[in-house]
């Protein structure tokens, strides 16, 4: 299997990029790290501000790209999604740089990216799964050891922590 080459008309990536021109070939994480990183471009931001036609089609390009993910994709790699969001909430909600930073929190803490997701993604705790949280929490602080090892920071207390926590705080009955 032979690799065709491009078309004689195509720059290579390599030459896209060193002209400042974005290869279209990106993911919406990728475009929405590419925004972040151009706002501090000045020269980028001028050219934007004076109707640049090349410029003002790459914004648009890389937010509508950008836009088309999953924010929660996004926080979880670290990049603060580009599309702007009411927040619904009245601040009670994390905003988009609390929630990269939480993820980079716990990760060191040595929090499985599972538990993470389930925390911003407003995933709901069962009946079920409440009422074991409930019992787990209650039966590990009257264990003397489990409760040093969470003081201690060990990774496995914490995250069996949070997960009990995230089970008896975030459960809504039905209504």
């Excluded at 790290?33 to 980028?44: G, H, N, P, S, V």
């Amino acid at each position: 299997m032979t690799d065709t080459p491009p078309p004689a008309w195509a720059p290579p990536i390599a030459a896209a990029t060193d002209l400042g021109i974005t290869p279209i070939m990106l993911t919406p994480i990728e475009a929405a790290a590419r925004l972040k990183q151009l706002e501090t471009d000045r020269e980028w931001g001028d050219r934007l501000s004076r109707g640049d036609v090349q410029t003002t089609e790459e914004f648009t390009r890389l937010t509508a790209l950008a836009a088309s993910g999953n924010p929660i994709d996004q926080v979880m790699a670290g990049v603060e999604p580009a599309a702007a969001t009411l927040d619904e909430t009245n601040g009670s909600r994390a905003s988009a740089r609390d929630q990269v930073a939480f993820v980079a929190d716990q990760r060191e803490r040595g929090i499985p990216d599972r538990m993470i997701r389930e925390v911003l993604s407003d995933l709901k705790p069962t009946l079920e799964q409440h009422r074991i949280g409930k019992e787990n929490q209650r039966a590990r602080f009257a264990d003397a050891a489990w409760v040093e090892r969470l003081k201690a920071g060990d990774p496995l207390a914490t995250a069996e922590f949070l997960s009990n926590s995230w089970a008896i705080g975030c459960y809504e009955p039905p209504s």
